[in-house]
């Protein structure tokens, strides 16, 4: 099976044209689903409910479906003068009732989604962090961000945020590679919006996150890839530690193209090749296969 991530786009209005030619270029490979990681605004342009519409259209127009999982962008950072000086936390709640109404992702083609707020009565707010599964492969989405994932020890309504979002989405990871090593998954995707090594060790934000990526990851066991976006330079990497602290072997992150550079990433995922995940940037005018 086939997925396409993409994130950190678009940005300025000026990009309007090259991303819809982007999302016209995925529509041509037909991936069995597209994920964005986030960021679906720049960080100086205003958080208002049409700008977040807008983008909402922009991806409902996706041939087939598309999950989408929050970045800092459009909700954290709605707090900066320049993005409109609004409360982040009211920005939050607008996206989660704007781009999660339902069990179900956008895009042209929809599928059925497994939410955290529909399985756990402890996290009903948690509209945003889904799973799913295709072909054998577990995919899952956990909301994390950049800005030390909303973790600002300077607005204790921030610190309040975090301390509640955090630990859901740790649990949430937690159970999706629970869940992959119970059905003996082929493949465990993870798509979060963050680069958690970014700021390790600083402020704090990210370690339950990590800590639950590189215990899920070794107890599982099987393929990983934890698909990110945040730092907008496309990369393919091994960082992730298990808890004794050795490199994990089967685990790879990467991060999508983003801001300036209009490219998405598209992943053919076959088990039974030597190389399970088989990873390609295509921008806008490349060729669709």
């Not at 519409?53 to 709605?78: F, I, K, S």
């Not at 054998?136 to 979002?165: I, K, Q």
């Not at 990210?206 to 599982?220: C, D, K, N, Q």
Request: glycine residues 12%; aromatic residues 8%.
């Amino acid at each position: 099976m086939t997925f396409v991530a993409l994130g950190d786009m678009p940005y300025r209005d000026r990009d309007a044209a090259p991303f819809e030619a982007l999302l016209d270029a995925i529509g041509e490979r037909a991936p069995d689903v597209t994920i964005h990681v986030g960021e679906i605004k720049g960080g100086g342009t205003p958080c208002s409910d049409a700008r977040l519409l807008r983008q909402h259209d922009h991806m409902n127009g996706v041939a087939g479906p598309l999950v989408y999982t929050p970045g800092d962008n459009e909700w954290t950072d709605c707090h900066r003068p320049s993005a409109g000086g609004y409360d982040a936390r009211e920005r939050l709640a607008a996206l989660r009732a704007m781009f999660f109404p339902g069990p179900r992702s956008i895009g042209r083609a929809p599928i059925a989604l497994e939410r955290q707020s529909d399985l756990d009565p402890a996290y009903p707010e948690m509209v945003e962090n889904a799973r799913w599964r295709i072909a054998g492969v577990r995919f899952a989405t956990a909301h994390v961000v950049g800005s030390n994932n909303g973790r600002d020890p300077g607005d204790p309504a921030a610190l309040a945020e975090h301390a509640r979002r955090d630990p859901a989405s740790a649990a949430w990871i937690a159970s999706a590679f629970d869940l992959a090593r119970r059905e003996g998954a082929q493949a465990q995707v993870l798509a979060i919006h963050a680069d958690p090594y970014l700021l390790y060790g600083i402020g704090g934000g990210f370690r339950r996150i990590l800590a639950a990526i590189s215990e899920g990851a070794e107890a599982y066991g099987g393929p990983v890839l934890v698909v990110h976006g945040d730092g907008h330079e496309f990369t393919v990497d091994t960082p992730f530690f298990g808890p004794g602290g050795t490199i994990l072997d089967n685990a790879f992150p990467i991060e999508v193209p983003g801001a300036a550079d209009i490219r998405a990433v598209r992943v053919r995922i076959d088990p039974r090749a030597p190389t399970v995940f088989a990873i390609e940037a295509f921008g806008p005018g490349d060729a669709g296969g």
